[in-house]
Structures are given as structure tokens and as C-alpha cells.
């Protein structure tokens, strides 16, 4: 695809978000501000941690699975925080693979460490898949009629894909028939890197007491993920939104902001939530002032993220890994 039709399709977003604050009044979104409940946003802001914890634990489930011996907790907490960073400023979260290479200079294969990675991503796109097919459920009905079958075909497809995929990537033998027919079709040298990196799969295989375990983690990441943006809601005062409709838009909009349309959701958000309030009277501009505060987290990790390169910089190794801490947990 050419470059300029990949910056085009990136302003998507942006040029949602533009239509609506011209269509909108500037002063209500100030007003809905100046009226916020403080507390609930610091706590959602101050569940970071947790919300960063469980992520690297479950990466470090799937690092086992793999047969990569994962750093400490503290280390790939280290990495996810900086994942989140270059992930927020890259279109479609792709920066968050820049953890492969971290592994990398730690020496873990980066093959096996960049598919620990998609993965990871796969798991998080299981779950909302899943709570985005009970979105629709809740409030397809808002959406513009002409667009209800393009939404429902894609994210029912999407569901599909994602339930179907993560199991066959695990197991040993989908994955081993689907390498072994594509491997002899691709050019001379990279078939030969597609070998090692299936050799290097080899020791992956799905096992139901750690699948359970990655789906219990992944379960506990989305209940983190969805306590925090419930606050939000509070702390703008929407109490009267249903609980189903928070979750099903929050993994609609999780979907949609991963592909590459938008900068960090940026746009995208702001349109599910328009539609997902003004079902409930809400006017535009509170959804826009919430779309901002879902834009503070996202703001948050990238700034956390940002500190927490400078104190692990890709390529160097700091003195307390060279003492061997963060070790192997």
C-alpha cells in the first residue's frame, strides 16, 4: 500500500474528531470539566500499576509456554510500561514490539520473543472480541442504520478470527500444518529464517491447565481495564449508563483503535461514545469530554512509559542487570 494512502487512512480518526468539536459547543465541554468528580479519575489513574501487573504476568505465562525464561516481574513490568509508551505513539499499537528487541539484548531468541508478543495481543483481543459481540448486543442500535451491517460483519468476523486463531496458534499441530504449507512458497532467505523460527515454536503446544490459567489472566486484565474506565464515567457523572453498554463500547472501541486509522483512538473513541451516550440524552460534548478522559490514561502510559525508557534504553544494559538483577523469576 502506498505511504500516502497509509497516512490517509491514519487521519481518519483525527478527522472524526475535528467533525465533531466543530459540530459541538466548545463551552458545555468546559463546563462538563469544571464539574468532574476528581477522585474517581485519580483512582482510575492510580490503577495503573495493577493494570500493568497482571499484563506481565500473563506475557510471562506465555514466555514459559514457549520455553523463554522470562526476566522478573519487575523487568517485564519494566517493558510492558514501555510497550504501552511506543505502542500509544505509533498508528495501530504496532511499537509495542519494540519489547521483542529488549528481550533480545537480554539474549532470548527474538523470534519466539515477538511471538510471546502477538500472543499477548491475541489473548487481549479474545477477550474483547467477545465483549464486543455482547456491544452489540446492547446498542447497535444507535449506530446509523446504514452502517449497523458493515459494524455487525466486522465484528463478528473479527470475534471469529481471534477465538479461532489464538487456540490454533498454540497448538502444536494446526500451526505445524499451516508452517509447513507456507514455508516452501516464500523466497530463498526468508525461508530460511522461517525454519528456525519454527524449530523454535516446537516446545509451544496448547496444554488446557496453563490455557486456563492465560484465560484467567486475561480475564483479570479486562476486569482491571473495565473498573477503570467505569470510573471515568463516574467522574463525569453518568451514572444512569448500563453496565453492558460501558464494557461492550469500551472492547469496540479497543478493536477499532488498534487498527491503523487513527493516533492512540483519537477519533474513533469519540464516535462510539457519541453514539453509545446519546442514547441515553447524553449531549455530544460530554462524550467528548469523556473520549478525553479515556485519552488521559492513554496519556498517562505513554508518559509513565517515556520515564521508564530513559531508565531502561534499547541496545544498554544497566548496572543492576549486569549483577544479574532483574533475574530470571
Known amino acids: 500500500m502506498n505511504q500516502y494512502v497509509r497516512w490517509l487512512l491514519r487521519l481518519i480518526g483525527p478527522a472524526l474528531l475535528i467533525f465533531f468539536l466543530w459540530r459541538s459547543d466548545l463551552r458545555a465541554i468546559g463546563q462538563a470539566f469544571a464539574g468532574l468528580n476528581w477522585w474517581p479519575l485519580l483512582l482510575s489513574l492510580g490503577l495503573m500499576p495493577l493494570f500493568i ?18 526476566p522478573s516481574l519487575l523487568y517485564l ?6 510497550g504501552l509508551y511506543a505502542g500509544g505513539i505509533t498508528p ?4 509495542d514490539f519494540v519489547k521483542g528487541w529488549y528481550l533480545r539484548d537480554r539474549g ?18 479474545f477477550v474483547m472480541a467477545l465483549l464486543a459481540l455482547l456491544g452489540l448486543v446492547a446498542f447497535l442500535d444507535v449506530l446509523p442504520p446504514a452502517a449497523q451491517p458493515v459494524v455487525r460483519a466486522f465484528t463478528i468476523a473479527f470475534a471469529a478470527v ?24 516464500l523466497p530463498g532467505r526468508v525461508r530460511g529464517v522461517a525454519e528456525r523460527f519454527r524449530t523454535q515454536l516446537l516446545p509451544l503446544r496448547l496444554r488446557p491447565g496453563p490455557f486456563v490459567l492465560l484465560l484467567v489472566a486475561t480475564a483479570l486484565s479486562a476486569g482491571s481495564t473495565m473498573v477503570r474506565i467505569w470510573l471515568l464515567y463516574i467522574a463525569l457523572g453518568l ?5 453492558i453498554e460501558i464494557i461492550g463500547s469500551t472492547a469496540l472501541i479497543a478493536i477499532l483503535q488498534a487498527l491503523p486509522i487513527s493516533f492512540a483512538g483519537i477519533g474513533v473513541r469519540d464516535a462510539v461514545l457519541v453514539a453509545v451516550l ?6 455530544p460534548e460530554l462524550a467528548i469530554s469523556l473520549s478525553a478522559l479515556f485519552l488521559l490514561l492513554n496519556i498517562e502510559h505513554i508518559l509513565v512509559g517515556f520515564l521508564v525508557s530513559l531508565r531502561y534504553p ?16
Not at 110 to 118: A, D, E, R, T
Open 77 to 82: 513490568c519494566a517493558l510492558y510500561t514501555i
Open 278 to 283: 446519546g442514547r441515553h440524552g447524553a449531549p
Open 239 to 243: 451514572t444512569s449508563i448500563p453496565l
Open 162 to 185: 481471534v477465538v479461532v486463531m489464538t487456540p490454533a496458534l498454540m497448538a502444536r499441530g494446526p500451526r505445524e500444518w499451516a508452517l509447513a504449507r507456507l514455508t516452501p512458497l
Open 92 to 95: 495501530g499499537q504496532s511499537g
Open 108 to 125: 532470548l531468541p527474538l523470534g519466539p520473543s515477538l511471538f510471546s508478543i502477538v500472543l499477548d495481543r491475541l489473548f487481549d483481543f
Open 53 to 70: 501487573i497482571v499484563k506481565a504476568w500473563r506475557w510471562s505465562l506465555i514466555m514459559r509456554e514457549l520455553a523463554l525464561q522470562p
Open 314 to 329: 534499547l541496545g544498554q544494559t544497566t548496572t543492576a542487570e549486569a549483577e544479574g538483577d532483574p533475574v530470571a523469576g
